[in-house]
């Protein structure tokens, strides 16, 4: 099931929440959710960093690094840093989302507009983001995204 949600998914999200994080695969982190995570989160941005020098995280292997407060799952949606978000690869990128989700048994997750931000995420959330989360993860599913407008 999927909830959209207005506000700061990581005010709003508890403790122990598993957050997605919209990143390219070559690991640069210059803008939004991406940026803020490198800033306030370093050790995860270098561990993001390493993963993608080492082909990790453009190999499709969804990436899920845990820190005190939140786990973090790298979510690609574009291939470079300056390039605009593909649909095709958010939808990859969600289905795996979803196969982690239920192989570790994680109930929700919080991601923001994936795709559509300022400058090179230029997806239409509403036109193309949305339905491809429809698809993925429908209404039958047990698992729960919660998606922020940030």
């Known amino acids: 099931m999927i909830l959209d949600i207005k506000g700061d998914l990581l005010k709003s999200a508890p403790k122990g929440s598993l957050i997605g994080i919209p990143v ?14 490198k800033l306030a989160w370093p050790e995860v941005y270098q561990q993001y960093c390493k993963d993608c020098r080492k082909g990790r995280i453009a190999s499709g292997v969804l990436r899920v690094y845990d820190t005190e407060k939140f786990s973090f799952a790298m979510l690609p ?10 649909v095709s690869l958010i939808k990859v990128t969600i289905a795996r ?6 192989k570790e ?12 931000g300022e400058k090179t ?16 993860f429908g209404e039958d599913v047990e698992q729960l995204l919660r998606v922020y407008e940030w």
Request: aromatic share 12%; hydrophobic share 40%.
């Open 77 to 86: 949606t574009k291939y470079g840093w300056s390039s605009p978000s593909e």
């Open 121 to 136: 995420g230029t997806l239409d959330y509403w036109v193309d983001v949305r339905p491809v989360l429809n698809e993925v």
């Open 24 to 37: 390219n695969t070559m690991g640069v982190a210059g803008r939004g959710l991406a940026k803020y995570m």
């Open 105 to 116: 048994f994680v109930a929700e997750c919080h991601i923001p507009w994936i795709g559509c």
């Open 97 to 102: 989302l979803l196969q982690h989700m239920e």
